[in-house]
RNA sequence: GCGGGCGUGGCGGAACUGGCAGACGCGCUGGAUUUAGGUUCCAGUGGGGAAACUCGUGGAGGUUCGAGUCCUCUCGCCCGCACCA
C-alpha cells in the first residue's frame, strides 16, 4: 500500500462535492424508522462565521451523525434567521440594501458551513426574510388575533435609543440596557402591538417540571422571569378630599393579607394615573410632582437597582383599612412600580423591609403585627387585638413567619405567606366582597412591534370608521417593499405607497401598520417549518410535525435562557391549542454551550482578538477544527482558544490516517487474538469502542476523542512492539475499522476518504451502521488490585479478574510489602473492594 | 440581598454511583532519525527527597477502612435575578 499523505483540504473539498451529488443528508419522513431531530439555534447571517458558530454547529453535527449512524432518521436542519437591525446598520453605513447585505452574507455563511462538512438538509432551508417564509409569521399573528392573543394598548414601554424602536421587557438586560446595542433602555409611553404571552405564563411555569433534559440554570431563569406571586387582591375606598368615603376603590395586590392590620400608609406609583386627578390644584400638588419629575429622571438603571434612594409625597388624601376601618394616607413614592401588580400597594412597614425605611424616614407609624415566635414583645401583645402600640424597637421590618398580634380576631393566628392567618384574612375579605385570592405574575404581555424597516410587517389596517382590521387572510402576504430609501434612515412609516390602503371591512381608505414584528416572532417556529419546510398550502402539514416533533435535542446559546426559549415554548403552546402539533413543549432536551474566549475575553473585532475559523480551515483543514473545538472543554464550559492545541489535534488525525493506511492490508484472515499483546488490543478495541458511545450520549466529546486516542496509542504500540510475523493482522484493521466508524462524526472528510479509498468500502462511512463492542471483551482475565495499609497505597498484587473475596484477600496480605507493615499489629479488618481494592486496617 | 455554578500540575482538562488524583492533549526536558530547521519516533514530566518515603484537588473542621467526590463552616471568582409589594 503506498502510503499517502494526509491532505486535508483535497479530501474535504473531494467529499463536500461528493455528498451533495448523492444528496447524503436529505431526509424524507419515513414511518417505519424511529426519528431524531437534532437542532442548533438557526444563526443571524452577520458576515463572517466566528469561533462559535464552529463550536455550536460541530456539536450539533456529532451528535445527528451518531444518531444517523444509530439507524435514527435524523432531521438536521439549517436556516437563517434574517430579518434584523444589524441589516439595517450596514445598509446606513455601506449603502446597500438590508436584503443585498443579508442575501450575500447568507451566501458566505452558507459556503463556510458547507466548508465545515456539516450533515444539513440543505433542501430544507429557510431564510426569515423570504416571502415565503414571513408571509406564515403573518398567517400566525391573524391567528393569534383571531383567538384573542393579539393586543394593541398604550402604555409606558422600553425604548431603545440606539436601535430606535421599542423592545419587549425579555429585551431589556442586565442593568436595564438593550440586548443587542447595550444602549440604556428609556420609557416612554407608546400605543403597541402585544402577543398575550401571560395567557399562558401558569402554563410556561408548571411545564418547566417536564422539561428534564433542560440545565436547571436555564429553568430557574425561566421560573424567575415568569415570577408567579400567591396572595390576595385587596380593595381599599378612596374618601373625597373631605375625607369622607366616596365610593371609589383602589385595590392592592399582596402577598402578606395577614399584615392588613399593620398597614399604615398606602402608596400609589408615580405614573398611576390617579395621582393627579387626587393632588392636582390642592396644597400638595408641589411636592407630589416633585417626586413625579425626580421618578421620570431616574434611569431603569437606578430605579431598578433598588439604591436610588426612597423619595416621597403625601396627597392629601386617604383610603379606608377594609379589615378595621382606619383612615390611611395615601402617598406617592418612586419604589413603587407601575409595570408591577395594580401600580398601588399597601405599605404594612412592621413586615416589609422597603415599607419599614419608607415610614421611618418620613416618620410614619409601624404597628407591629406578626411576630417572631422568641420576640420579647409577644408576652405584652400576644393577645392583644386592639392597636395599643404604634411602633416598634426594631432596626429592620420583620417579614418572616410569626404570630399575628393587634390584628383584631385574627389575633394568635400564624402569620406569613401561605399561612393560616392569610388564608383566614383573605376568606375574609372575600366573603364582605373587599378581596379574594389571587395569583400574580412578573412575567409581561410581549410587545413585538417594531419601528424599523427591515422586519416582517404586521398585518394589519388602521381605518378610521371600523378601527384596527386585520388584513384578511386571502390578501396575505403583506410584501416588504423593496424601494424604501433604507440608507435614509426610512421606514415604512415613510412610504406612503405601503401605508394607503383601503379598509377590508367597509371599503374606505385606510392606513395600513407601518410596524414590523420582531424578529424573535420569525425565530419562535422556525423548527417547526423545518418539519415541512417546502409547503406553500399551509404552515405545515400536522402529519409532518407530529413525526418530527418535538424537537429531541436543542443547541444553542445560554443568551437565550429567556428570550428565544420562552416565546417558542409559548407558540408551541399556542400551536398545541390550534391543533397544528401534538406536542406542547418545542425542546426535548437542551444543551447550552459555552463561550469561546481569546485571553479571557470575548472575541470581538473592537478588540481585535478574533480568530478566523476560516484561517485555521486553511492552515489544518475543517476535520482537525471540528475536532479540536470539541476536546478542547466540555460543551457546556466557556473555553479559550489556543491554538497549539489545534496543531495537536492535526498531529492526532495524521497518526490516524497514517495507522489506517499501515494497516488496511491485514484483512484476509480473521481476528485471532490468541496471545497476551492481541488480547490486550482486542480488549481496547471494545472498552473504547464502548467509552466513546457512552460519551457522545452524554455530550463528552473530549473525553470520547481522548479515548479514540488511547486506543490509536495501544494499536501503534502493538505495531511497533510486535514482531511483522507475528502480529495479528485481521486484528489490527479490525482496530482501523473502528477507529475510522468512532471518529467519523467528528472528522468526517477523513472517516470518509479512509472508509472509502482506503479501507475499501463501496458505501459512505456516514451510513454505516455505529460500531457495536462486547462488555466481555472489554473485560480484562486479570486485575491489579491496590492494596492499602491504614489508608495508605502499599503494594499492589495482580489476581484472576473472577477471583472470590477470600483469594483477593489471602494474596494481599501476603504481598512483601504488605506483609512487613502489618508485621506486630493486629489486623483488625480488612475491606475488599472486588476488581478495585483492599484496604487492611491494622495496629 | 435571593438563586445557580465553579475553584484539580506550567496550560486545557480527566477521575460517571466515595476506591491508585492528574487519563488524554498542549507545553517543557532528554534522546533517536534526518540533520538546515521542521516533521516523525522513543523516554521523562505535580512538589519535596539519594532513597524508603512524604506532602498534595482554594482554606479549616468532620463522617469513613478510604474523600477531589459526602457533611459543616469559610475564602475567592463567574453567571442570572433583584425596591416584584
Not at 111 to 136: E, I, L, N, P
Not at 151 to 170: D, F, H, I, M, Y
Not at 183 to 212: G, N, P
Not at 834 to 842: E, I, M, N, T
Request: one cysteine or more.
Amino acid at each position: 500500500m503506498s502510503n499517502r499523505p494526509y491532505d486535508p483540504h483535497a479530501i474535504e473539498e473531494k467529499w463536500q462535492a461528493a455528498w451533495d451529488a448523492e444528496g447524503l443528508y436529505s431526509v424524507t419522513e419515513d414511518p417505519d424508522k424511529p426519528k431524531k431531530y437534532i437542532l442548533e439555534m438557526f444563526p443571524y447571517p452577520s458576515g463572517d462565521i466566528h469561533m462559535g458558530h464552529v463550536r455550536n454547529y460541530s456539536i450539533g453535527d456529532v451528535v445527528a451523525r451518531y444518531w444517523t449512524m444509530r439507524g435514527r432518521n435524523v432531521l438536521h436542519p439549517i436556516g437563517w434567521d434574517a430579518f434584523g437591525l444589524p441589516a439595517e446598520n450596514a445598509a446606513i453605513k455601506s449603502s446597500t440594501h438590508p436584503a443585498e447585505w443579508t442575501y450575500a452574507n447568507i451566501d458566505k455563511q452558507a459556503a463556510s458551513f458547507k466548508r465545515m462538512g456539516f450533515s444539513y438538509d440543505w433542501d430544507r432551508t429557510v431564510k426569515s426574510c423570504d416571502v415565503d417564509y414571513y408571509r406564515w409569521g403573518q398567517w400566525i399573528f391573524l391567528k393569534f388575533w383571531e383567538r384573542g392573543l393579539v393586543e394593541r394598548k398604550k402604555s409606558a414601554v422600553n425604548w431603545c435609543p440606539g436601535c430606535k424602536t421599542v423592545l419587549a421587557n425579555e429585551q431589556v438586560i442586565g442593568d436595564g440596557v438593550c440586548w443587542r446595542c447595550k444602549s440604556v433602555v428609556e420609557k416612554r409611553d407608546l400605543e403597541q402591538w402585544y402577543f398575550k404571552i401571560t395567557d399562558y405564563a401558569q402554563e410556561l411555569l408548571d411545564d418547566l417540571d417536564t422539561l428534564t433534559g433542560w440545565p436547571e440554570r436555564v429553568k430557574t431563569m425561566q421560573a424567575n422571569w415568569i415570577g408567579r406571586s400567591e396572595g390576595a387582591e385587596v380593595d381599599f375606598e378612596l374618601c373625597n378630599a373631605s375625607g369622607e368615603p366616596g365610593g371609589e376603590t383602589i385595590t392592592v395586590f399582596t402577598t402578606r393579607p395577614d399584615t392588613l392590620f399593620g398597614c399604615s400608609f398606602f402608596l400609589l406609583a408615580p405614573e398611576h394615573p390617579l395621582v393627579s386627578t387626587l393632588t392636582e390644584g390642592t396644597a400638595h400638588a408641589d411636592a407630589v410632582q416633585a417626586v413625579v419629575r425626580a421618578t421620570a429622571r431616574e434611569t431603569a438603571v437606578e430605579r431598578a437597582s433598588g439604591e436610588a434612594e426612597k423619595l416621597g409625597a403625601f396627597t392629601g388624601r386617604y383610603v379606608i383599612n377594609p379589615v378595621n376601618g382606619e383612615k390611611v394616607p395615601v402617598w406617592v413614592s418612586n419604589y413603587v412600580l407601575m409595570e408591577y401588580g395594580t401600580g398601588a400597594v399597601m405599605a404594612v412597614p412592621c413586615g416589609d423591609e422597603r415599607d419599614f425605611e419608607f415610614a421611618r424616614k418620613y416618620g410614619l407609624p409601624i404597628p407591629p403585627v406578626v411576630l417572631a415566635a422568641d420576640d420579647p414583645l409577644l408576652s405584652e401583645l400576644g393577645t392583644v387585638a386592639d392597636r395599643v402600640m404604634d411602633d416598634v424597637p426594631w432596626d429592620e421590618a420583620f417579614a418572616g413567619d410569626g404570630v399575628m398580634v393587634q390584628s383584631g380576631a385574627f389575633t394568635g393566628m400564624a402569620g406569613g405567606k401561605d399561612s393560616e392567618g392569610m388564608r383566614a384574612v383573605t376568606e375574609w375579605l372575600a366573603s364582605e366582597g373587599r378581596g379574594r385570592f389571587s395569583v400574580n405574575f412578573r412575567l409581561r404581555d410581549w410587545l413585538i412591534s417594531r419601528q424599523r424597516y427591515w422586519g416582517n410587517p404586521i398585518p394589519a389596517i388602521h381605518c378610521p370608521v371600523c378601527g384596527l382590521v386585520p388584513v384578511p387572510e386571502d390578501q396575505l402576504p403583506v410584501v416588504l417593499p423593496k424601494d424604501v430609501d433604507i440608507t435614509k434612515g426610512e421606514t415604512l412609516a415613510d412610504h406612503p405607497e405601503f401605508y394607503e390602503t383601503t379598509c377590508p371591512a367597509c371599503g374606505g381608505a385606510a392606513r395600513r401598520e407601518t410596524d414590523t414584528m420582531d424578529t424573535f416572532t420569525c425565530s419562535s417556529w422556525y423548527y417547526f417549518r423545518y418539519c415541512d419546510a417546502r409547503n406553500d398550502e399551509a404552515l405545515f402539514s400536522r402529519e409532518n410535525a407530529d413525526y418530527w416533533m418535538p424537537v429531541d435535542q436543542y443547541i444553542g446559546g445560554i443568551e437565550h435562557a429567556i428570550l428565544h426559549l420562552l416565546y417558542s415554548r409559548f407558540f408551541t403552546k399556542v400551536f398545541a391549542d390550534m391543533g397544528l402539533t401534538a406536542a406542547r413543549e418545542p425542546f426535548t432536551n437542551l444543551l447550552t454551550q459555552g463561550m469561546v474566549k481569546k485571553d479571557g475575553e470575548t472575541m470581538s473585532k473592537s478588540k481585535g482578538n478574533v480568530v478566523a475559523p476560516e484561517d485555521m480551515i486553511a492552515r489544518y483543514g475543517a476535520d482537525a477544527l471540528r475536532a479540536f473545538i470539541l476536546f478542547m472543554a466540555p460543551p457546556d464550559k466557556d473555553l479559550d482558544w489556543n491554538q497549539d492545541g489545534l496543531e495537536g489535534m492535526y498531529r492526532f488525525l495524521n497518526r490516524v490516517w497514517r495507522y489506517v493506511e499501515d494497516v488496511a492490508g491485514g484483512g484476509a484472515t480473521p481476528v485471532d487474538a490468541s496471545d497476551d499483546p492481541a488480547r490486550a488490543l482486542l480488549r481496547e478495541r471494545h472498552r473504547v469502542a464502548g467509552k466513546v458511545t457512552e460519551d457522545i450520549e452524554r455530550f463528552s466529546f473530549n473525553t470520547a476523542l481522548s479515548a479514540m486516542m488511547e486506543l490509536l496509542n495501544a494499536a501503534t504500540d502493538y505495531h511497533r512492539t510486535v514482531d511483522d510475523d507475528a502480529r495479528d493482522g485481521a486484528l489490527e484493521r479490525e482496530v482501523a475499522e473502528v477507529l475510522t466508524l468512532l471518529i467519523a462524526p467528528y472528522a468526517p472528510h477523513m472517516a470518509e476518504e479512509l472508509w472509502r479509498e482506503v479501507l475499501g468500502h463501496p458505501g459512505s462511512v456516514h451510513r454505516e451502521a455505529w460500531v457495536t463492542f462486547d462488555e466481555a471483551l472489554a473485560a480484562a482475565d486479570e486485575v491489579e488490585i491496590v492494596v492499602q495499609v491504614n489508608g495508605k497505597v502499599r503494594g499492589k498484587v495482580v489476581v484472576a479478574a473472577d477471583a472470590d473475596e477470600a483469594t483477593v484477600r489471602e494474596a494481599a496480605l501476603n504481598v512483601p510489602r504488605v506483609a512487613e507493615q502489618i508485621e506486630g499489629l493486629t489486623v483488625r479488618k480488612v475491606v475488599v473492594v472486588p476488581g478495585k481494592l483492599v484496604s487492611v486496617v491494622a495496629g
